[in-house]
């Protein structure tokens, strides 16, 4: 069995303290071993060995899209690692488009086109790693899950927790 159950990836300057930290209180009141890095990342640049561990060790992933989640080589690289993981070990994913539209993302508009120009001014038009994000971007679209703009969040999130138990049932009725 999995150490957890949920990984968390989000941009913590954009909702670390608002919708991410609720959904992960709801999630873990709901009985979710949720992981969650709520010390933030350290500068330099690589994610840490722990990190990375803790996406392959989870069953889910959610990734909280908002507005400057592609500002961050971390949050860029975590996605990689998420969707290898959802390729070679069967993960689940669920993109969460929280305050942003999936065709923004999709075709690198707004604040996604903005921080991708950024990233192919630092590394390089041609860089392996900027069109690993790119491509890992457009894949996560195309998994379109939910997204939220405006109403209740919790509302919000009390539907993803659902949705997470309903999961939870299926994958425990397999296991039998």
Known sequence: MA??????????????????????????????KTFMDDRGLQMGDQISPSLLNAIEAS?????????????????????????ECMKLKNQLVWPIFYKVEPSDIRHMKKSYGKDMARHENILGVDSERVQKWKSAL????????????IGYEYEFIQEIVEDANLIRSRLQIRNI
Do not use: H, P
């Not at 069953?59 to 969707?83: F, G, M, P, Q």
């Open 3 to 32: 150490k957890w159950e949920i990984f968390l990836s989000f941009r913590g300057e954009d909702t670390r303290y608002a919708f991410t930290g609720s959904l992960y209180q709801s999630l873990c009141r709901g009985g979710f």
């Open 59 to 83: 069953r889910l992933s959610i990734i909280v899209l908002s507005e400057n989640y592609a500002n961050s080589t971390w949050c860029l690289d975590e996605l990689v690692k998420i969707l």
């Open 138 to 149: 457009v894949e996560v679209c195309n998994l379109a899950r939910m997204a939220y703009s």
